[in-house]
């Protein structure tokens, strides 16, 4: 039998930006330079889920999106607990090609009986018209993952988009809240899925000059990673 994979929409997006890269840090441990994470997008994360919860509890939506999203919060407090740990998340094992997908999300909603993802986004600055197509796959996986566990699913999610505008007086910042609703295709899901496993089950991937990263230090050194 092959090898097991498993995969995450976090690798997944490394495997749309460079195939090389991915199959290097999934094959041989190789792993790209890492930056400086600014931990206040962690941490607006974390308060953010629990506003959200506070509102859950209510059984209302927070008013900066109410009349601006489909459905209400999803009141499966145990689930969306579930769902938000990346150690256990939504899980879709295909046993045909002995893989495995696993995600985490923000947060859900429901209208009647359909389930509708929510990603929550914090930026520096205001929305450009390109602000959604780099998490595109995401939401699309998400989808997916939720259709591959039996939940019926819209043909959309949203992205909730967070950035400051102000600080007032005793340090409080005032946030621009904007709900976008991005259409999802599960087709395109399972394309990835199917195409970053391919990946690991071929022969090492070629560089090319887009990426920074392989391809940097080939040309800088010839040095074959």
């Given at each position: 039998m092959e090898e097991f994979i498993k995969l995450t929409p976090s690798i997944i997006s490394l495997f749309l930006e460079c195939p090389r890269c991915f199959y290097l840090e999934m094959k041989k441990k190789i792993h790209r330079p890492e930056g400086i994470f600014p931990s206040l997008t962690r941490g607006m994360d974390s308060v953010i889920k629990s506003y959200y919860d506070s509102y859950r509890k209510q059984g209302k939506l927070p008013p900066e999106i109410d009349g601006k999203v489909l459905g209400k919060l999803l009141d499966n407090e145990q689930l969306l607990k579930k769902w938000r740990n990346n150690r256990v998340g939504i899980e879709y094992l295909n046993e045909e090609i002995n893989a495995l997908l696993k995600g985490?999300?923000?947060?859900?909603?429901?209208?009647?009986?359909?389930?509708?993802?929510?990603?929550?986004?914090?930026?520096?600055?205001?929305?450009?018209?390109?602000?959604?197509?780099?998490?595109?796959?995401?939401?699309?996986?998400?989808?997916?993952?939720?259709?591959?566990?039996?939940?019926?699913?819209?043909?959309?999610?949203?992205?909730?988009?967070?950035?400051?505008?102000?600080?007032?007086?005793?340090?409080?910042?005032?946030?621009?809240?904007?709900?976008?609703?991005?259409?999802?295709?599960?087709?395109?899901?399972?394309?990835?899925?199917?195409?970053?496993?391919?990946?690991?089950?071929?022969?090492?991937?070629?560089?090319?000059?887009?990426c920074k990263y392989c391809s940097w230090g080939i040309e800088a050194f010839g040095v074959n990673l």
């Open positions: 985490a999300i923000d947060d859900c909603l429901i209208d009647k009986d359909v389930y509708i993802p929510i990603d929550y986004k914090t930026r520096g600055y205001g929305l450009k018209d390109d602000s959604t197509s780099y998490y595109q796959h995401q939401l699309d996986i998400y989808c997916y993952l939720l259709f591959k566990n039996g939940y019926r699913i819209a043909d959309f999610a949203y992205l909730i988009f967070y950035y400051p505008k102000s600080v007032k007086e005793d340090g409080i910042v005032s946030f621009e809240v904007i709900p976008i609703r991005v259409p999802t295709d599960i087709n395109h899901a399972e394309q990835i899925f199917y195409d970053s496993v391919a990946c690991l089950r071929g022969s090492e991937p070629k560089s090319h000059s887009r």
